[in-house]
C-alpha cells in the first residue's frame, strides 16, 4: 500500500537517477532497465529496497516547502533547507477582506455578489503569489500547508482563504510536485535552531526570539512555516513522531 501511493515518487527516482545512484541504492542493471519500462515491477524488489528510493527522492530531489497562511500577513513560505524565505508583503489579502467586510454591512449590495467579488479578488492575488513561489522553488516540490483551527468552519474569513489558496495552489502545480497539509498547532512558538518551544518565543511584534538558545528572526510566520515543513519530514518522511 505505501508503495502504491508514492509510486510517482520512486518512478522520478528511476527515471531521473543514473544508473551509478540507482545500482548504489541497491539495484542491479537489470532491475534498472525494468523499472524503467514498468514502474509497477517495484512490486518484486525488496522492499527495503524500495523504501531507499522513497528517501532517495526526497534527500536528493524534492523541495519541501512549508507555508503558512494567515490573513493579516496572508502567506509565508520557508523550504526545509533554509535557503529561499518567501512573504507576501503586500497586505493585499488584509486590504481584499476588509473592503469584503465593509460590503457586507452595506444593506444596499446583493450578499451574492458581495462573494463573487471576494472571492474573485482572493483568487486573482493568491495566483499572482503561487505563480512567485513556483518561480522560486525548484521542481519537483512538496507543498506542505499548515491547517489552523477554524479551516473548517464555513463562514470564517480563514477557512475562506485557506480553501481558495489550496485549490489554486492545486491547480497550479506540475507533474510530481504534491500538496501536503500538517496541523500547524505551536509552529510559531517552536525554536528551529534548538527545538525549544515557550510562547514567550514569539514577541508582541511578530519577532521570533527563542528564550531557551536566543535565536531571532523578524518573522514569527517565517519561523512557522519552517517548522511546518519539519513536521512534514518528521512525521511522514523519517516516521519520527
Known sequence: MLLRKHYDKIKFVINHGSDEQLRDIGLDQKTITRLRKD??????????TALKLYHFYFDYWATIVGIDIGTSEFLSAFDLSMKKIYTD?????????????????????????IERKFLKGLKKHINSVIKELLELYPHPRVFVIGKGSSINKEDS????????THKCLYKAIEDYDEIVLVDEQFTSLICPRCNHTNKKNRTRNNHFHCQSCGYENPNDNVVASYNIAQRFWENQ???KK
Open 39 to 48: 514502474i509497477s515491477y517495484i512490486q518484486e524488489v525488496k522492499l527495503s
Open 89 to 113: 508583503q503586500s497586505k493585499e489579502v488584509s486590504r481584499i477582506i476588509t473592503k469584503y467586510q465593509n460590503r457586507l454591512t452595506d444593506r444596499n449590495m446583493d450578499a451574492r455578489k
Open 157 to 164: 474569513i480563514y477557512g475562506k482563504v485557506f480553501a481558495m
Open 237 to 239: 518522511v523519517t516516521g
